[in-house]
């Protein structure tokens, strides 16, 4: 009897972080990033930045200088994206933790994961159109 209730106080204690990490809300990642330029970061490497704002508007770089705009809505739990140039929208699961946000994209088999690594309150440099000689 002891071995059953010890084992499940240890399946219990594995289950709380799963339990924990439960993806935000539209309400709460529309609190968390509204005014702000978010920097993220994957497997270490500079990943692209993102400037949140009012209305669900956002503006995103791949930190190349070129931007492209779009909205963020809420589907199915998850944190939709479309930007002028693509038609499909890209849904990613957001946690907070920490350190800043995690996302998860939920699109991607692989389920790329990136990390908020740095935050501002000032807009992002855009560089315009490419312009030829």
Known sequence: MKQIIALSSTLL???LPAIA????T????????TGQTLYF???GQPYGAEEYLPNRQVRWS?????????????????ICFLYEDTPDPQCWSF?????????????DPANT???????????MVC???EVGV
């Open 62 to 78: 791949f930190m190349d200088g070129q931007c492209k705009d779009g909205y963020w809505y809420e589907e199915a739990d998850l």
């Open 41 to 43: 970061g994957s497997s």
């Open 21 to 24: 990490d439960t993806p935000m």
């Open 13 to 15: 204690t594995l289950a």
């Open 113 to 123: 994961t990136l990390y908020e690594v740095n935050r501002s309150e000032q807009p």
């Open 95 to 107: 946690f907070k933790t920490d350190t800043g946000l995690r996302a998860l994209f939920e699109n």
């Open 127 to 129: 560089l315009g159109p």
């Open 26 to 33: 539209a309400e709460e990642f529309d609190a968390f990033v």
